[in-house]
């Protein structure tokens, strides 16, 4: 190398070190983030999730919905909730469990109820896992290049509703 190409090697370094304490994703490199214990990988970082929820808060207004959404990492940790003005109070709970559910079984939560009524291989596992597994519609997987990295649940309309919204949100992802 000569040394222009070293200089322009050093730069870049420094200016992904300095988006990095800044506490920014870095593209291409997994968003590596700043933590209280050093450097981590996230898949799932605030900034996306809160792309991804203003999206779906804006086709629910548009809709005439008031929705609470909830992102959770592919480890099924949330890592946002928004619950909008005029949501029901239960929206709150139900939104967490479909994006843990969506995860947990890496399925939509409708998928799931397909395969969880009577008489079906999966009946009875609403039961399970604490009580938080949602087999109604509105809890979709969340992919990044055919990767699993979260999962989305949506409530406050009715499970058609949510279903749609679900798969509107999951549709734009990967674009986002």
């Given at each position: 190398?000569?040394?222009?190409?070293?200089?322009?090697?050093v730069?870049?370094?420094?200016?992904?070190?300095a988006?990095?304490?800044?506490?920014?994703?870095?593209?291409?490199?997994?968003h590596?983030t700043?933590?209280?214990?050093?450097?981590?990988?996230?898949q799932?970082p605030?900034?996306?999730?809160?792309?991804l929820?203003?999206k779906?808060e804006?086709?629910?207004a548009?809709?005439?919905?008031?929705?609470?959404t909830?992102?959770?990492?592919?480890?099924?940790?949330?890592?946002?909730v928004?619950?909008?003005d005029?949501?029901?109070?239960?929206s709150?709970?139900v939104?967490?469990?479909?994006?843990?559910?969506?995860?947990?079984?890496q399925?939509?939560t409708a998928q799931?109820g397909?395969?969880s009524?009577?008489g079906?291989?999966?009946?009875?596992i609403?039961f399970?896992?604490?009580?938080?597994i949602?087999i109604?519609?509105?809890?979709e997987?969340l992919?990044?290049?055919?990767v699993?990295v979260?999962a989305?649940?949506?409530?406050?309309g009715?499970a058609?509703?949510?279903?749609?919204?679900a798969?509107y949100?999951?549709?734009i992802?990967?674009?986002l």
């Open positions: 190398m000569d040394k222009k190409e070293v200089e322009s090697v730069r870049e370094v420094l200016r992904r070190t988006d990095i304490k800044a506490g920014q994703a870095v593209p291409g490199e997994n590596l700043a933590a209280n214990g050093g450097l981590i990988r996230t799932m605030l900034a996306l999730a809160l792309k929820m203003e779906i804006a086709k629910a548009q809709w005439n919905m008031r929705v609470v909830a992102v959770s990492d592919a480890s099924a940790r949330p890592v946002a928004h619950c909008m005029g949501a029901y109070i239960g709150f709970d939104a967490l469990n479909k994006a843990y559910t969506s995860i947990a079984f399925m939509s799931l397909s395969l009524g009577p079906e291989s999966l009946y009875g609403q399970t896992n604490n009580g938080k949602v109604f519609g509105g809890g997987v992919r990044k290049d055919g699993i979260g989305l649940g949506v409530s406050g009715t058609q509703q949510d279903t749609e919204l798969a949100g999951r549709s992802f990967e674009s």
